[in-house]
């Protein structure tokens, strides 16, 4: 039999010290990516003019000068010391200069920002990591669409394989090993190691088997399935490609380029063809010069940057120049030259910090080979040099910066020249707050509008409006910063109000999340201060505001914008944050658990942000209309496309075209006119316009710059209709042949741009697009870019380059995604309730870990349940410590429950309300462009938060809420006593507190606690804060390089998207867009080129908005508003007035007397509202007699009517708004009674004229009567209109400050909307001291239509009048006509119980109320409803007898005793004799709750539910919670409990601590163990280029970058890693510290921090006995800080010591590794610990060969492979490993063997019985259980456990498989022997030796007495047969039914033949066996064929053998 004869192990394991597992490896990379932020959207040409490339300041960054360049720097965090002298160089605004900097300290220096050195596709990188799929193309298709660029990139995942899932945190992804080179500060540690490039790593790559992480292979279909494409096949870049690429335009060849997968193939060559290079140059520089696609040039310098072209080809090109015979040839290189400059010249602009080292070699030979050509006569240019000489100056600048360690990351941005003094231009401006203007109140330089004249030039003019427009965004957010700074250290700060900003306390960036514009992040703040705010009508947080967010007094500000608003989220307090270039640098290190400020301003940010950039970008000769916008010339000119001589058709613009038959002879002629002869065009009746619309047309028609004012309902929209009508009717006039151009309509609201495409729609059905907020117009949908780009033509006719890079772009994004969104899943959860230990485990030290688990003695505890977690009761929020309390304080500490219970009462039924558009939601409307909408659908929402709810269930022990009852503790359902509500919601409450708290214990402190159940309660919170942050952080860090892969492919896909965007414009005829649109388009509009832009509603719109919509290819702009209605909003009052901002361009042109014409003629009002408008508004307004016919309003005796009132107002806190309840319910009321005059909902609107009233009124209108009507703010309400407008007023103070009230603008809308009925509310004895208002009552008097009560009259009884003043006055008016009776008679009989109503007067929709009566059953009882409604059963209820148990019970008349449910308590008695709990009418229970008291298998008693002994019964496992208390081999108690040590057969690992030093300084962080294993904590060895990333344990890379230790007086010129070879430099340090005193240090070393003369005592206290000497220097550790003499310390250093150990700091005790000047020093004792590290990691070459065999002995095992499939591969990727040591080696050896054996027995299995098999394969499930755990090597106790078990399952294998053979041969004794050998085999003690005899025994009689394994004769027979045929062992097979046979000879077999009892195949053919037949091993104990590869390295045992 195979299984049963093995012998214990002939590899002896070996034994090992028991470890933790390798839980994370920590040193992945993170890739970063760089951002510039520069405000031409370019990076800077260094070469270019100043208007090229301005570069923006940034606000995070400080400035530093070199040469007339200045750069700005990361800004530093800590501002100890202010510039005393105040000499800021950097001009009006003042930025953070060199010296106040310096004396702030740096600030991230390890952190964030220095991955993006590398860009984010660094290939060079990637290939090092190796290749992940070993098909190549096979595997295509099973990958979904990632392209092979970024497979190169991914490399292994799993190394450690299901063995170390649960220890290891989250993922289980070892990612780093294997990955390459490691980066620090965006250096690439090459070195020693050289350059991995392709062919190396190829080698060490195709790692991953496409099977080992199925998750990754769902076949996203985004992208490719759009567009009918696959990711393309890599294509070789060749000669003839690249040429092509030279004609094409630079956008395209650098989206080509970009997303192409053969440009990294191309550029990885280490030879290149001159002429090929000199034309790859010549396409990258072209590449460069793109404007519009920063991302993708960003991109492709990525790739440049790490290949071989730039470090190899290159320099190589270049060197070969000197030696270039041919004259021809050498004369063509100055153009090559230069644009490898250019080349240089953007490398170095991109990525300041990571190109550095990259092209120092090219660098170096370039001046040579030029100085070379110039000797020998080629003429270089002037030009050429200033660029290199540049580039020089710049690579020395950044070398000093870099060595000085300030250089760490590629967001060092490079600014142009200033000369000291000179303002600074707006173009260089940061749009952001600066830090000067947040923390020194720097008041900016600012010039006024000019409203009644020109400007000085278009420069001032640009200027005015930039600095106007960016103060009004800035200056709340500084005013309020400033105010908020001061107030810090007020008591009542969260109470306190600040005008200028809203303040949010407590915030949490919580995870990141995936937007289609990029990275978002999940903010969460405190939302108690703020529970009084109503989301939906809120300003608060709207989608672009602006937003800053500090830890550290605004030191240093994250600033976002708000990318989505959810009210619902928001009432949790939570938001979408989308931060700026800058921030997201700075967001890398932030975990959910850091606290931050967060202060809004209110102003739409996005906007400004478009706007703002617009101005700088736009060239002054590129604004059109100079001569009248900033002349203020009122001649104007005719459009240039007009002549003398252009005719215009005017036929579609007329009533009545001609009949077909006219037009076709000669009718086409005669429409056409000269346009510019006025005499000529058509009457205004035929063009169905009156005298001023016909004026308005031929204006706007004729003239370049034509503005048209419209009155209210003077149609000036139909106006701007019949405009583009008459333009698109005549495009051929104005329209270029070479490019197409449409006509562009900018409008201010999302609104009226519906409006006015709807008309153009009338006439134009295609060709147009919608640019703008959700439109709620269904005809427009098809116009928006959104479907637009849904359309197959649109797709198909896409450009190939875009459609390719599309395609790439979408896949990089879905696969970043995917593995962002698991992670930030995670993040998320761990803010929503306690973690469960076992997710923190590798997070814990393991001593605290042990702690945490054993010292929880309470019995009780376990009883409680198997799932409960430790660390709950460890918080204080365990079941046991809260019920223990419960009785002591019931209700004692609930100061909140009143509270609590009256929000739970609020939330009972409410009526719902009237939908109003909540002003929040009209903003925001207006404000997102439709195409970013990141709304999810509803369901995919709801499925994400199902996701995170269910890990929140596996992640979390208990949770802050329960979604369902029960979901947070699972172990509620089997505990003993139920927690109650008020408990469970103290419990929740606690945890909510001290989860928001901030203090977390440091790694110091937690590392002194041995016992963490001594701990108080605020301890253990503390420290379970630091693992929550540790676990945190890990996931962060994890997460990193997705979240900057995904902002980088979004980056490009958005300007990829604007590539489609421009498709699609160019092909329009007429594009719409709101200003919003328009400005965040504003790139696009330049490109498109409208030559006619037409802007509607232009008087609201701002003067830089109106400006950055136009082109320089703009011939005509007609703007069309009214500037006596709304005026542009501004957010800075005195902004507004005193600066004029907000004068729209249209309001200005009017005031300095530009020609424009004002529609006279309304066709909306009826005369007497008109009347209100003219002459107090408008001096002349005319009916049209259209107006004149309306009918009279019903029900009500006026058709306008003001109500008087002097009801005060109500101030509302939040938002600063105004409420009125008497006249929101008088309107309500007076609402509701028009409704019953039969008007429909539609025809009447309620208007307020502030938002605070919108509230009001929405709490009065229940939705079921006033569905439809609509309510809104007066100023959302312009260019509307309605039959009946209800208008409430709302001011009303004793003060008598009418607010909005005297603004002529607001009055003139509010009183314009009506058409047919106006009635208004207010006070008016208020208003009338207001001029305005004076008139308006004058005239509201004159004619009777003002008074204190409205008067109303009833439709049916006229004559009847009732008088309304107030709300309570409708009473008389109950059902809208008057307080008669109705009376009508019902077709039931009853009468109409209604007052007089005038609508339903057939009663058709009446419902009779009064009661039924009718009788329902034989008992005469009656039906209780109301006439209207259906009668039902019969529901009294009478006394029944149940016939089922005889009980008398209550039954419903109508129901059964058969189908009643019986409520007396059941009397049954159950099987197990306790009483049923149940009802008598329900079933009987199944599980019976009694406890009582068992014995378990194992012996112990223990208490359970009875109905837990009913499963015991049917083998469901109980655990057995007994203490173990074993002596383990170590010699310390087995500390698990009976059934954690598995009945003592495998026992727990012990826990006791190690406590020893090892090598390098750390302590053994391994339990008991007997040689410690190398250290597993992260490495500390770093240098000042880089960090080791490995574990401490295994050995370091040297580091191969030069050594940077120099000064003036001598300099290293060895290695890094090496030992210098210069002397310590003694020259005294000539600095000054920045107390203005001399520097205490030594030359070329870093200045101490400490000042002789400031800090003297603390200096020179004697330590090592001369630093009182007058001429004792000082150095500073810079590991620890401490400063000591640098004599004392030198001669300390040089010491020698007999340990080999790093030399530590004398105070502290921290391990000396930073310091030059003890370099040597250092680097010897480096050098020595790692020959330690080696000797413990053993030889190389011992390990390779060990390495070999056991892959060997793994390949050839087909069995384990067969059976344990997943062990097998997991066995075969830890043997891959890069680097194994000698422990690694035995454990893998150990595995082997173990699986291997496990294995057998597994194949073995069909041998015995099939009832026996599940028996055996648990014990074996158990077995493969404890093997799987996490270790680092096996303890003897392991091995022994192991092997004893094994050894028990091999001989009850051995013993199940005889009898199954001889099952009818079994007498009584055998049977006796059989169950005695069965009760040890099976029992669950550990199998002993003695054991072992008796099992033996038992075998040896059995074996005698029965048949071998099932052979049929006797173990006799068998023999003698064996030895008849005299076969040695592995000749005997059978055939597939089992029948044996034997093969002679060698024993392979050689031919086919048939079994003669049964036909089946024997034999086989080539020493190979038919696959259906089998070793005979029942006959001779053979475990493998005589002719066989498998070698015989079975661990058979031998005494079994002899037994067989």
Avoid at 354 to 383: F, M, Y
Avoid at 392 to 405: A, D, F, I, N, W
Avoid at 1175 to 1200: A, D, F, M, T, W
Avoid at 1790 to 1807: G, H, I, P, W
């Amino acid at each position: 039999m195979e299984g049963a004869g093995q012998q214990p192990c002939s590899r002896q394991p070996r034994a090992g010290g028991r470890g933790h597992a390798d839980h994370w490896d920590t040193g992945f990379i993170r890739r970063g990516r760089n951002r510039t932020n520069n405000v031409s959207g370019q990076a800077a040409q260094l070469g270019e003019s100043p208007q090229a490339s301005n570069y923006a300041i940034l606000p995070e960054q400080r400035e530093e000068r070199f040469g007339d360049w200045v750069w700005r720097v990361p800004q530093s965090s800590k501002n100890k010391l202010r510039n005393q002298d105040g000499q800021a160089k950097s001009g009006a605004t003042g930025h953070w200069n060199e010296q106040e900097n310096e004396s702030r300290g740096r600030r991230y220096q390890g952190g964030q920002a220095h991955e993006r050195a590398r860009g984010p596709w660094n290939e060079q990188e990637n290939e090092g990591r190796g290749r992940t799929y070993q098909g190549g193309q096979a595997h295509e298709k099973a990958r979904g669409p990632w392209n092979e660029q970024e497979n190169e990139g991914r490399g292994r995942r799993c190394q450690g394989g299901q063995a170390h899932e649960k220890a290891r945190g989250p993922w289980n992804e070892q990612e780093n090993e294997g990955k390459g080179r490691r980066y620090q500060g965006g250096q690439a540690q090459e070195g020693a190691r050289g350059l991995r490039n392709g062919q190396e790593s190829e080698d060490k790559g195709r790692r991953r088997q496409s099977r080992e992480n199925p998750h990754f292979y769902q076949n996203p279909t985004l992208g490719s399935a759009q567009l009918g494409e696959q990711p393309q096949q890599v294509k070789r870049i060749g000669y003839k490609f690249l040429e092509s690429l030279l004609q094409k335009d630079p956008s395209e060849v650098v989206i080509t380029l970009a997303s192409s997968l053969g440009l990294k193939e191309l550029l990885s060559q280490t030879a290149m063809n001159p002429n090929f290079l000199q034309l790859v140059c010549q396409v990258l520089r072209k590449a460069c010069s793109s404007r519009m696609d920063r991302q993708s040039v960003q991109q492709l310098l990525g790739v440049v940057k790490e290949s071989n072209f730039l470090k190899i080809c290159l320099p190589q090109y270049v060197s070969d120049m000197i030696t270039e015979a041919v004259p021809a040839v050498r004369h063509q290189y100055p153009v090559h030259i230069s644009n490898i400059i250019s080349l240089l010249q953007d490398l170095i602009s991109i990525f300041p910090a990571s190109s550095v080292q990259k092209i120092s070699i090219l660098l170096t030979v370039l001046p040579a080979s030029i100085n070379a050509l110039r000797a020998s006569g080629v003429d270089i240019t002037e030009e050429t040099e200033k660029n290199l000489n540049k580039v020089q100056m710049l690579m020395q600048h950044l070398q000093e910066k870099r060595r000085e360690g300030t250089l760490r990351a590629d967001n060092y941005t490079l600014m142009q020249p200033r000369t000291d003094g000179q303002e600074e231009t707006y173009r260089t401006m940061t749009i952001y707050p600066t830090y000067n203007e947040v923390h020194r109140d720097e008041k900016p330089f600012l010039r006024p509008n000019i409203v009644s004249g020109r400007y000085e030039s278009t420069s001032i003019y640009l200027d005015t409006h930039f600095r106007l427009l960016r103060e009004d965004f800035v200056r709340p957010l500084r005013e309020g910063i400033l105010e908020l700074l001061q107030s810090f250290e007020d008591k009542g700060l969260r109470k306190k109000k600040i005008d200028d900003i809203r303040i949010y306390f407590d915030t949490r960036i919580i995870t990141p999340l995936c937007s289609p514009t990029g990275i978002v992040y999940k903010v969460q703040f405190d939302i108690k201060p703020l529970k009084f705010v109503r989301w939906q009508n809120s300003k608060r947080l709207l989608y672009g505001s602006l937003i800053c967010m500090s830890k550290d007094h605004f030191e240093t500000c994250l600033f976002a914008t708000v990318s989505n608003r959810d009210n619902a989220d928001l009432a949790y307090g939570i938001v979408q944050l989308c931060f700026n270039a800058q921030s997201q640098a700075l967001l890398a290190e932030v975990r959910p658990s850091d606290s931050f400020l967060m202060v809004e301003t209110t102003a739409y940010f996005e906007a400004y942000r478009h706007v703002l950039e617009g101005l700088q970008e736009i060239q002054e000769e590129d604004i059109p209309f100079q001569k009248y916008i900033v002349e203020c010339d009122t001649q104007v000119k005719e459009p240039t496309y007009l002549t003398i001589d252009t005719l215009y058709n005017f036929s579609p613009l007329m009533e009545d075209p001609l009949s077909d038959e006219e037009m076709y002879a000669d009718g086409l002629r005669r429409q056409s006119v000269h346009v510019l002869d006025l005499k000529q065009w058509p009457s205004m009746e035929a063009l169905r316009l009156d005298e001023s619309q016909m004026e308005a047309l031929s204006l706007a028609l004729t003239k370049e710059l034509a503005i048209i004012q419209g009155p209210p309902g003077t149609g000036k929209t139909y106006v701007g209709l019949k405009i583009v009508q008459a333009l698109l009717t005549n495009k051929h006039v104005w329209q270029s042949t070479v490019q197409k151009s449409p006509i562009l309509v900018v409008c201010y609201t999302n609104h009226a741009l519906d409006q006015f495409l709807e008309g153009i729609y009338t006439f134009q059905k295609h060709g147009m697009v919608r640019v703008g907020g959700r439109s709620s117009s269904e005809v427009l949908k098809q116009f928006t870019l959104r479907e637009l780009r849904k359309k197959c033509e649109f797709r198909y006719n896409l450009p190939m380059h875009l459609r390719r890079a599309y395609v790439n772009i979408i896949s990089e994004m879905k696969q970043a995604e995917q593995e962002l969104h698991e992670g930030a899943k995670h993040l998320e959860c761990t803010t929503y309730g306690v973690l469960h230990e076992r997710h923190l485990e590798a997070c814990i030290a393991p001593q605290h870990w042990d702690s945490l688990m054993n010292g929880l003695d309470d019995e009780e505890f376990y009883y409680s349940a198997s799932q409960h977690s430790r660390i709950l009761e460890w918080l204080g929020l365990g079941v046991t410590v809260f019920t223990q309390n419960a009785a002591k304080n019931t209700g004692a500490e609930n100061p909140g429950g009143q509270q609590e219970r009256e929000e739970e009462r609020e939330g009972e039924a409410e009526e719902e309300l009237l939908e109003i558009p909540e002003e929040a939601d009209l903003i925001q409307a207006d404000r997102v462009i439709e195409d970013e909408e990141a709304a999810k659908p509803q369901g995919r929402k709801e499925e994400e938060h199902r996701a995170v709810r269910e890990l929140a269930g596996v992640l979390l022990a208990m949770k802050l809420e329960d979604q369902e009852e029960g979901t947070a503790q699972p172990q509620q359902k089997t505990m003993q006593w139920e927690v109650t509500t008020a408990q469970r919601k103290k419990m929740k409450q606690k945890m909510k507190v001290e989860l928001r708290k901030l203090s977390a214990m440091t790694q110091l402190e937690a590392k002194a606690i041995q016992d963490l159940w001594q701990l108080d309660l605020s301890s253990r919170w503390r420290l379970y804060r630091l693992w929550l942050q540790t676990y945190q952080g890990f996931i962060r860090r994890r997460i990193l390089q997705h979240e900057q892969q995904y902002q980088a492919a979004a980056e490009r896909l958005t300007e990829l998207r604007l590539q489609e965007d421009l498709c699609i414009l160019k092909e329009a005829q007429v594009v719409g867009m709101t200003t919003t649109g328009a400005a965040k388009y504003r790139q696009i509009l330049q490109k498109v080129e409208p030559r006619i832009v037409i802007v509607e509603e232009a008087a609201e719109v701002l003067e830089a908005h109106t400006i950055t919509t136009l082109s320089k290819a703009c011939q005509h702009l007609i703007l069309i508003g009214d500037h006596q209605q709304l005026r542009p909003s501004a957010n800075v009052y005195d902004l507004a007035k005193n600066f004029n901002l907000e004068v729209s361009l249209f309001e200005r042109l009017v005031k300095v007397n530009f020609p424009f014409v004002r529609l006279k003629y309304q066709h909306r009002m009826r005369p007497e509202i008109a009347q209100l408008l003219s002459p107090h508004i408008y001096q002349q307004l005319e009916n049209h007699p259209s107006v004149l016919k309306y009918e009279n309003i019903r029900g009500v005796l006026s058709n306008l009517f003001f109500v008087e009132h002097d009801f005060p107002e109500q101030e509302i806190q939040e938002g600063k708004s105004h409420q009125n309840p008497h006249e929101a319910q008088f309107v309500v009321e007076l609402c509701k009674y028009l409704l019953c005059q039969d008007y429909l909902p539609s025809q009447i609107t309620i208007l307020t004229t502030y938002t605070g009233q919108l509230f009001c009124l929405r709490k009065l209108m229940p939705a079921k009567t006033f569905a439809g009507v609509k309510v809104h703010v007066v100023d959302k309400y312009q260019g509307e209109e309605n039959d009946i407008i209800l208008l409430s007023l709302v001011r009303s103070n004793k003060e008598e400050r009418p607010g909005f009230l005297q603004i002529p603008n607001r009055v003139c809308v509010a009183l314009s909307r009506a058409k047919k009925g106006l009635y208004c509310i207010g006070n008016m004895r208020m208003l009338g001291k207001i001029p305005l208002w004076s008139k308006i009552i004058h005239t509201l008097q004159e004619k009777g239509h003002i008074g204190c009560s409205l008067i109303l009259c009833c439709q049916n009884h006229p004559e009847t009048k009732t008088l309304v003043s107030t709300a309570a006055d409708f009473s008389k008016v109950p059902e809208g006509g008057c307080s008669r009776p109705c009376e009508f008679r019902l077709s039931c009989g009853h009468v109409c119980t209604r007052a007089c109503h005038p609508y339903d007067t057939q009663h058709k929709e009446y419902q009779c109320l009064k009661p039924c009566q009718k009788v329902l059953c034989a008992d005469g009882h009656r039906c209780p409803r109301s006439c209207y409604e259906p009668c039902g059963a019969c529901m009294v209820r009478v006394e029944k007898t149940i016939s089922k148990c005889g009980h008398l019970q209550m039954v419903p008349c109508s129901t059964l005793d058969s189908e009643f449910l019986c409520q007396e308590p059941c009397q049954k008695k159950l099987n197990c004799g306790h009483m049923c709990n149940k009802l008598c009418g329900q079933e009987c229970t199944k599980r019976c709750p009694e406890v009582v008291t068992v014995i378990l298998k194992c012996g112990h008693n223990q208490q359970v539910k009875c109905w837990i002994t009913e499963e015991m019964k049917y083998e469901k496992p109980v655990e057995c919670k007994a203490k173990c208390s074993v002596t383990l081999e170590c010699g310390h108690v087995c500390s698990g409990s009976c059934y954690a040590c598995f009945e003592g057969r495998f026992h727990k690992p012990c826990n006791s601590p190690c406590k020893r030093f090892l090598v390098c300084s750390h302590k053994c962080q391994q339990p008991c163990t007997t040689e410690c294993p190398p250290c597993q904590l992260e490495c500390q060895n770093h240098c000042i280029h880089s960090r080791c990333k490995k574990k401490c344990g295994e050995r370091c890379s040297p580091c191969a970058e030069p050594c940077e230790w120099r000064c003036q007086h001598y300099q290293c010129t060895n290695l890094c890693s090496e030992p210098c070879n210069r002397p310590r430099c003694n020259v005294p340090c000539a600095k000054l510290l920045c107390c203005g005193h001399p520097c205490i240090g030594l030359c070329g070393e870093p200045c101490p921090k400490k000042c002789l003369v400031c800090d003297r005592e603390e200096l020179t206290q004697i330590f090592f006995g001369f630093e009182e000497d007058p001429d004792a220097r000082f150095v500073q550790l810079e590991d620890c800080g401490h400063v000591f003499e640098s004599q004392g310390l030198d001669h300390y250093m040089d010491e020698d010591e007999d340990v080999i150990k790093l030399k530590v700091c004398p105070i502290c005790q921290t391990p000396i590794r930073k310091n030059l000047r003890y370099g040597t020093i250092v680097k010897r004792r480096l050098d020595e610990i790692e020959k330690v590290k080696e000797k413990i990691q053993g030889p190389a070459q011992e390990i390779e060969s060990s390495r070999q065999k056991l892959q060997a002995a793994l390949i050839r095992n087909a069995v384990l492979q067969r059976n344990l499939p997943l062990k097998y591969l997991m066995l075969e990727d830890k043997l891959k490993a890069s680097d194994l040591s000698t422990k690694n080696i035995g454990l893998i050896e150990n595995q082997l063997n173990f699986y291997e054996r496990v294995a057998d027995l597994t194949d073995s299995m069909s041998k015995i019985d099939a009832n026996e098999r599940k028996g055996l394969r648990k014990r074996l499930e158990e077995v493969q259980e404890w093997l799987d755990k996490p270790r680092l090597s096996f303890t003897g106790q392991e091995l022994s456990d192991l092997q004893s078990e094994m050894q028990r399952l091999t001989y009850l294998l051995s013993l199940l498989a005889k009898c199954k053979g001889a099952s009818g041969m079994i007498t009584p004794a055998l049977a006796a022997e059989i169950a005695s050998a069965r009760e040890i085999l099976q029992g669950t003690k550990k199998f002993t030796e003695e054991d072992e005899a008796a099992v033996k025994a038992n075998l040896e009689r059995l074996s005698t007495a029965l048949p071998a394994s099932g052979l049929g004769i006797s173990e006799a027979e068998r023999v003698q047969i064996v030895s008849a045929i005299g076969c040695p062992r592995g000749h005997w097979f059978k055939c597939r039914n089992g029948h044996v046979y034997v093969i002679g000879d060698c024993g392979g077999a050689m031919e086919r033949s048939q079994c003669p009892e049964c036909h089946a195949v024997i034999g086989g053919a080539n020493h190979t066996l038919d696959s259906t037949n089998s070793l005979a091993s029942e006959m001779d104990g053979a475990t493998h064929a005589a002719w066989s590869d498998t070698a015989n390295n079975l661990l058979n045992f031998q005494d079994l053998h002899r037994l067989l």
